[in-house]
């Protein structure tokens, strides 16, 4: 017997708006406690977190956009609220107004701020261009340089991107995620194996013609050798063939595939924890290390509740 969701009738795909306020008030928690951790580390050891910068890159300001952000990424998987584009645009729209609402409370905490030698008290905007203005680089020796004038506003700008795209991180990996939308939770996505699809690489000389052919053959066999493998996977799956599906399963799971080979094929389980739907996900990988590259070479859908009989 297979479970059914536990979801009122009246709850239809695209109806997790209700929990939406949940995430918001999660990521607008974080937000305010790495700000506030941000302030005190400034005033009370004069650390300024968001002025670090790597090679010109807002380094600090993507960090702590990345603590500020966790909430929303958090509270969307406990809730199974799905991360689409007005909530990303949403979460944008927040960060901003985070870094702008911190801005002005540390300038309204200072009292009433004026210029050296100066008797005009400064508006908040007045303050935000001395600010921008006065933007210098800190010397190898520790002292600061010279401040950079305008170009203080381009930096300044550099660094509230940084805070609302490192907030981003982990709502935006949330996005891609599969997604059930009956039960409205996020799918779970287990590799079950993967497939050699071609031999080892190996130098042939380019005079050597007979020995290029035979290794472009050989390479060819080996992939239309994993792609039967897998059909015949698939179809098992989709016919709702437990024991073929298994048996077709085994030499997957019993046999680990070098990542050295040029070209593998992944198989990967994604499936709902509530209703047991499920499908399998095919992938392509090339490479290795910092040159893999995945491609994605569609998907075979399973019979509701085929992997609780099939596992």
């Not at 870094?99 to 905490?109: C, I, K, N, T, V």
Request: net charge positive; glycine share 10%.
């Amino acid at each position: 017997m297979t479970s059914q969701p536990k979801i009122s009738p009246q709850l239809v795909a695209g109806s997790d708006a209700p929990y939406q306020s949940i995430v918001i008030a999660a990521g607008v928690t974080t937000t305010v406690a790495a700000l506030i951790a941000v302030y005190y580390l400034n005033r009370s050891a004069n650390v300024n977190v968001m002025g670090w910068y790597l090679d010109y890159l807002p380094g600090g300001a993507m960090l702590v956009g990345l603590a500020a952000g966790s909430g929303y990424g958090i509270a969307s998987w406990y809730t199974g609220t799905k991360i689409r584009r007005r909530l990303l645009l949403s979460i944008v729209i927040l960060q901003l107004l985070a870094y702008g609402g911190a801005d002005y409370l540390e300038f309204a905490s200072l009292g009433p701020v004026h210029l050296r030698g100066e008797t005009h008290i400064l508006t908040f905007p007045e303050y935000f261009d001395y600010e921008a203005r006065t933007f210098a680089w800190k010397k190898e020796d520790g002292k600061m340089g010279e401040p950079i004038g305008e170009w203080g506003y381009f930096f300044r700008a550099l660094e509230i991107a940084g805070f609302a795209l490192g907030a981003l991180v982990v709502p935006a990996g949330l996005f891609k995620k599969p997604y059930c939308e009956n039960c409205q939770v996020y799918m779970r996505t287990r590799t079950l194996g993967k497939i050699a699809a071609s031999v080892p690489t190996r130098k042939v000389k380019k005079s050597d013609v007979t020995g290029q052919q035979e290794y472009a053959q050989n390479q060819d066999l080996a992939f239309s050798s994993a792609a039967a493998q897998l059909k015949a996977l698939c179809d098992c799956g989709t016919a709702g063939d437990v024991d073929g599906y298994r048996a077709a399963l085994a030499p997957l799971s019993g046999k680990k595939v070098s990542d050295k080979l040029p070209k593998r094929l992944a198989v990967k389980l994604v499936r709902c924890g509530r209703c047991d739907s499920a499908y399998l996900q095919i992938q392509q990988m090339t490479g290795r290390g910092k040159k893999l590259k995945t491609t994605d070479l569609g998907r075979t859908d399973l019979p509701q509740g085929f992997v609780s009989r099939a596992t």
